[in-house]
């Protein structure tokens, strides 16, 4: 349980920060997720599906991933650190 929420804080801090640069292309790919998150995607299906169900996250209309207003509000009472974190991941990956 605990490693549950670890992975989805930081999916969610990923998805945050990926908004933040670009509110018009807030979106992240399946295999994007999958690599900056370092979990192999038959592990991340569980926790996207959780996080969708949740209203935290949604599907982009080109099928990317995208954090939602419910899922920023939500972030917002996580630690920062973990959005440090998404962002020097982002940073590699541009």
Known sequence: MARD???QANLLSLLYVRRR???N??????????RLSGCP???L???LWYLKAK???GRTENGT?????EGIDHAGTMGGK??????RLLNHAD
Not at 82 to 87: E, F, N, V, W
């Open 5 to 7: 929420s670890v992975i």
């Open 21 to 23: 640069r670009d509110v």
């Open 25 to 34: 292309n807030p979106g992240i790919g399946d295999e994007e997720l999958e």
């Open 41 to 43: 995607r038959e592990h």
């Open 45 to 47: 299906e569980f926790h």
């Open 55 to 57: 209203g935290f996250i």
């Open 65 to 69: 991933f995208a954090i939602t207003v």
């Open 82 to 87: 973990d959005r440090a974190d998404a962002t």
